[in-house]
């Protein structure tokens, strides 16, 4: 069983930053694969970024270049930066790490005012 706890969502005004936290119950190197995903309301879940235990990175297109995870090893630890935030990045957040299985957190929610 991992536990996976998201926070750092909140209110933020359209062109600024959050930065989104994802706590770990295990290691991160031994997990495969670790990735944030949103869901807007009326909308499907969908991936917003991912990064494997090798450092390997993916980006959806809409948030490339604005964007970043990454991991702190030592904190078990995965962040999302979110820089120049739209309206359109209104989401719940939610934090989701493989092994051989999936783990999902709670959510966290963004919302961006225009």
């Known amino acids: 069983q991992v536990q996976v706890v998201e926070s750092g969502g909140g209110l933020v005004q359209a062109g600024g930053s959050l930065r989104l936290s994802c706590a770990t119950s295990?290691?991160?190197?031994?997990?495969?694969?670790m990735g944030w995903y949103r869901q807007a309301p009326g909308k499907q879940r969908e991936l917003v970024a991912a990064?494997?235990?090798?450092?390997?990175?993916n980006y959806a297109d809409s948030v490339k270049g604005r964007f970043t995870i990454s991991t702190d090893n030592a904190k078990n630890t995965v962040y999302l930066q979110m820089n120049s935030l739209k309206p359109e990045d209104t989401a719940v957040y939610y934090c989701?790490?493989?092994?051989?299985?999936?783990?999902w957190g709670q959510g966290t929610q963004v919302t961006v005012s225009s």
């Open positions: 989701r790490v493989t092994t051989l299985r999936e783990y």
């Open positions: 295990r290691s991160i190197f031994s997990l495969n694969t």
């Open positions: 990064i494997t235990s090798g450092g390997s990175t």
